[in-house]
């Protein structure tokens, strides 16, 4: 009688869920999904769903920011990068995409010194990074490089798998 559902139990909690019935898909995974389909708040709500789950990971931190920056929300963007900045100051997705925030809040001087950390970790391999450091350093150089050229397209760069992707902001 061991399987029976409603069977009285002494414990005055609800029985448990068998965990090994249906696993769900990684939050992260699905947020990724979802960004690269444009679906920034239905990537972000995926993302914080990954928080609860695997806790407050750099990857997570990193996603969740990225998202913020997609939705324009570049105050909260740029909390969440520093935050997975803090517990990885080697993750390199995190320094470019901070370096991203900082370019569309205006903040070239930092936004240069940003891609610099984040091209000097990734040892140049990247082509978004390497691209996303010479426009910066030619923005901060010469403050009039934006107007005779068209509106510059910062790349994020995403982590996932061990991997690199790239996401281009639009």
Do not use: C
């Not at 920034?40 to 990954?50: G, P, S, T």
């Not at 969440?80 to 900082?102: C, M, Q, T």
């Amino acid at each position: 009688m061991s399987g029976d559902p409603f069977r009285k139990s002494d414990s005055p909690f609800a029985p448990s869920l068998d965990a090994s019935a249906e696993e769900s898909v990684d939050g992260l995974i699905v947020g990724h999904r979802l960004m690269a389909a444009g679906e920034y708040e239905l990537a972000l709500k995926a993302y914080y769903r990954a928080a609860s789950e695997r806790g407050a990971t750099v990857d997570v931190y990193s996603a969740i920011g990225s998202a913020n920056l997609h939705l324009g929300r570049l105050g909260q963007a740029e909390r969440n990068l520093r935050n997975a900045i803090d517990l990885d100051e080697s993750f390199v997705p995190a320094w470019n995409n901070l370096g991203v925030v900082l370019m569309e809040k205006g903040e070239v001087a930092e936004a240069s010194q940003t891609f610099q950390t984040a091209f000097a970790l990734d040892s140049g391999r990247t082509d978004a990074i390497r691209e996303n450091l010479r426009r910066a350093l030619a923005m901060r150089d010469d403050p009039d490089y934006g107007s005779e050229h068209k509106e510059e397209e910062f790349s994020l760069v995403r982590r996932g798998g061990g991997v690199y992707l790239l996401l281009t902001v639009k």
